[in-house]
């Protein structure tokens, strides 16, 4: 799916699956704006229902539901699967990314249809389970494209709110739908801003936007995301991570 203007308009999902930052950046200093994610992170693991409601150019709807979990191994590596049970046509459907020390994220997916875990061995930029969300977006909800190069700009304001704005492009040589993603962080709350701050809740000590919007100018089409159910920080066993065991249902 072609993307407008090269430019990222995914908002991170604010939670800690997207808040890893390259460790060098030229002009003004990212320090700030990382540790104002990391102080809104949680410390081990994440769960939500996340629901995706695709709204195309004649103003039809198609809605997309999953249980989505993070967590953060031993290997201080994260691991986010997501299992869909809406549509009828995708329910069981699951989908694994692993992130990776060196580049970008590995993904598996299971599909009853396939009835194998399938590794998947190139990006496509079109949109996933009926939604707007290419790989690339489900990889940058854990942001600013970890391997790339990012760089503070001059922050800026949305509404009254006043916001970090970090330009990330992917590193050299790395596929990717994008040339650049612009991100916004919320100063006051640390969380990334590209919905309505009314959207944003507490969730234990942390702040949580549970709505998001993906638009794809070009084809006219548009997701909205919206989180619910959000739990911090329980017993999610390693298992659940793995790509033997997407098949389960777990």
């Avoid at 619910?228 to 997407?246: G, Y």
Wanted: hydrophobic content about 40%; overall charge neutral; aromatic content about 6%.
């Amino acid at each position: 799916m072609a993307r407008p203007q090269g430019v990222g308009t995914l908002a991170g999902l604010g939670l800690w699956l997207a808040l890893a930052l390259p460790a060098r950046a030229e002009g003004l200093d990212l320090a700030p704006a990382r540790a104002c994610l990391e102080r809104n992170a949680p410390k081990s693991s994440v769960s939500f229902l996340v629901e995706f409601v695709k709204t195309d150019r004649i103003g039809g709807e198609r809605i997309s539901r999953a249980l989505v979990m993070g967590k953060k191994l031993d290997d201080g590596l994260r691991r986010i699967v997501l299992r869909f049970d809406r549509p009828l046509e995708i329910h069981g459907t699951a989908m694994l990314m692993i992130e990776s020390a060196n580049g970008p994220s590995d993904f598996y997916v299971w599909s009853p249809g396939e009835r194998r875990v399938r590794r998947v061995s190139g990006r496509s930029n079109s949109g996933l389970f009926g939604t707007d969300f290419s790989y690339d977006d489900f990889e940058n909800w854990r942001s600013f494209q970890k391997h790339g190069k990012a760089e503070r700009q001059a922050d800026g304001k949305i509404g009254e709110r006043s916001v970090y704005v970090i330009s990330s492009a992917p590193a050299a040589g790395e596929q990717s739908s994008y040339e650049r993603i612009v991100s916004s962080v919320d100063q006051e709350t640390c969380v990334v801003l590209h919905a309505d701050p009314a959207k944003i809740v507490q969730v234990g000590p942390l702040q949580i936007a549970t709505a998001i919007e993906l638009e794809d100018k070009l084809d006219q089409t548009r997701t909205r995301v919206t989180l619910e159910d959000v739990k911090l920080d329980t017993a999610i066993p390693d298992a659940r991570f793995r790509p033997a065991d997407l098949s389960s249902g777990n």
